[in-house]
């Protein structure tokens, strides 16, 4: 693990204002992957890199990549609190015990924890309606399999995941009534040889569209080599796969890096859980392939501006789960707060949820 | 399941074994000479990020392989010259060049990280490719497996046919008996860590052009760790290092099978497939222990200095 530390524009101006530096604003991040994952790790450092342009020398970002989830974290974000940053960015689900461990000593920094659910009074939440992204996915993937076969790379069970394939199949199933959904559990969220033996298993299986929720570009590659269709993960990845990319559903943590610090700043902040979408523009369809076929590339946009604009809810009710009980009721549509706990397979999924 | 498929599993088994299959093919050839080198992983990823380096900077995959091998042996040397010349501890200095080697590959690979090479293209053997299942399975892959294909059967030959492959025995079992009728066994001892670091510098550049065409930090997860246990698997027999290879190949791709067609087990239990086969055949070995204080290299581990007289 490495400690990279950026200072901004501060060596450059020290000789001229000395005599009035006012002490930047710190602010930490911790990473789970590399920041050249080119997937997670790397879209919440370039929310970062856009958020110190935005602030430009007031901030001092400082961030530690490669860290895992589990007791070194606790370690890092303690040390990234020792050092003065008054608002730490914890970005990977596996951060949160430690997280909440951390805030509980230093009750004067703001703690920003992605994708959990445990909050404090000093410790908000984020995350991203990821789910509208895997329902457009679904949709075009439904579209474009022949074999009636999509395939699903996860990392772990955890609601996040089990909520985007619900999405993905519901999508899918809205276009194709006969397509099934095959679903590998990788262990993993980043491991390029695991992730393109997980691609290879479910192509020998018929899949001929991959979806993935693990973050490096390996399942693309695979793809590309034996001439089926996949789907970016987070961040553009559309150079690694020319043919087989489909497009990619951007994170954008820009605008949240933003608000955030901002509202720290002026002592507005307050814990919340936000979710952010493609209405908030903190999700994005990037690099839709031109070599999709006409009908396809309008419904992808069709589905966009519907989910976009609110029409197009995929968790509105009714909705049963796989085993036949009802879910969400006919008129209801999953708050967040439901969405956050979301543990079943939506009707029509064959496999069972892992514990 | 029907039969495409199971080609289809064979086929990955292949080249999910292939890494194992070279690193432990040059780990046994430095085995034989009493050397034990814990270094594989950190090789390994030297290997990989050196390799993918070159290759992405001069756009030729066999360019990217050479310097692979040539980086591997480079690591190597380090831990030759610390365990021969300097009379190191064999597994202390094993285990510092995994370390080493993890930290510097990460290092000098961040640059490269989010890039693509063309590796190697699988070629289709004429003839022998249109063998109903047979071929499709074994004669339709890329040239480092075809490689990997003869590998073996040279090294058999070599280790238990030839005056070079004796010399390497009696330096393994006896170095001071090798030493006394007029081996240099430090020289041999040299040369064999020397092949086991290309061998595994070749198995890194495997997996950073062929398997998974880009860099990645520690993207060998492990495999270097697997190989020293199949070495022991095999008990040093060349023929069933490629066995055992295959059969964790096809251990850690059921595991992601099974997943894909339904089969209702936990994928943490059957991740440990292939883990749990090391621990059963290490068991089944070690029943047999009179056999496998035959197998193993009597001076497996020990240091050599020609002034001690045994």
Redesign the interface.
Known sequence: MKLKSLLIGLGLMAGVSLAHAEEPFKVGFVYVGPVGDLGWSYEHDRGREEMQKFFGDKVKTTFVENVSEGADAQRVITQLAKAGNKVIFTTSFGFMNPTIKVAKRFPNVVFEHATGYKRAKNLGTYTLRTYEGRYISGVTAGLLTKTNTIGYIGAFPIPEVIRDIDATYMGAKSVNPDVKLKIVWANTWYDPGKETDAANALMDQGVDVLVQHTDSPAPLIAAQKRGVRAIGQASDMSKFADKAHVFSVRDNWAPYYIKTVQQVMDGTWKSQDFWGGFHDDMLQLSSINPNLPADVRAKIDQTYQGVKSGTIQPFKGPITDNTGKVVVPAGHTLTDEELAKVNWYVDGITDKVPN | MDAD?IV??LF?AIK?GTPLLLIALGEVICEKSGILNLGQEGMMLMGAVVGFIAAFSTGNAGFGVLAAMLMGSFMSLIFAVLVLQLGANQVATGLALTIFGTGLS??IG?EF??N?VQGFQPIAIPLLATIPYLGDILFKHDILVYLSFGLPITIAFVANRTRIGLILKAVGENPHAANAIGIKVLKVRYLAILFGGAMTGLAGSY?SLV????W??N???G?GWIALALVVFASWRVGRIMLGAYLFGFA??MH??L????V?I???LL?MMPYVATVIVMVVISADQFKEKLLAPRSLGKPFDPRDMA
Request: charged share 10%; aromatic share 6%.
């Open positions: 498929l289809q599993i990955a999910t990460a290092f961040s990280v989010g693509t997996m398997y998974t065409p880009m990645a930090e993207m060998t997860a495999r850690s791709i992601l099978v997943q894909g067609l339904g209702d936990s994928s943490n991740a």
